[in-house]
Nanobody, 118 residues
Framework: QVQLVESGGGLVRPGGSLRLSCAAS????????MGWSRQAPGKERELVAS???????NYADSVKGRFTISRDNAKNTVYLQMNSLKPEDTAVYYC????????????WGQGTQVTVSS
């Protein structure tokens, strides 16, 4: 089993920055990738960014150039640095960990609210 604990959400003004953290614990073998998804009210959950075990990042077009995903393997933690935030970035952000490769399991955190408003 894997547990994911997110932190760092909150209220920020447009143009501001936040950094989300997600700490993983438990049985952490064969981690394929970690990432962040978000879900706004009335919308489907969408992938924001992910980072593979080899460090290769991937971003949604809507956040490219503004968000940066990184990971600290020693701490089993993944970060999402969010800059130039926009009101449309408002959502619950969920950390995700994919364990395994040809056969895999997805784990999710409990979510952290990010609100961008003046």
């Amino acid at each position: 089993q894997v547990q994911l604990v997110e932190s760092g959400g909150g209220l920020v003004r447009p143009g501001g920055s936040l950094r989300l953290s997600c700490a993983a614990s438990g049985s952490l073998s064969s981690i394929n990738a970690m990432g962040w998804s978000r879900q706004a009210p009335g919308k489907e959950r969408e992938l924001v960014a992910s980072i593979r075990s080899d460090g290769t990042p991937n971003y949604a077009d809507s956040v490219k150039g503004r968000f940066t995903i990184s990971r600290d393997n020693a701490k089993n933690t993944v970060y999402l640095q969010m800059n130039s935030l926009k009101p449309e970035d408002t959502a619950v952000y969920y950390c995700n960990l994919r364990q395994g490769y040809s056969v895999y399991i997805n784990y999710w955190g409990q979510g952290t609210q990010v609100t961008v408003s003046s």
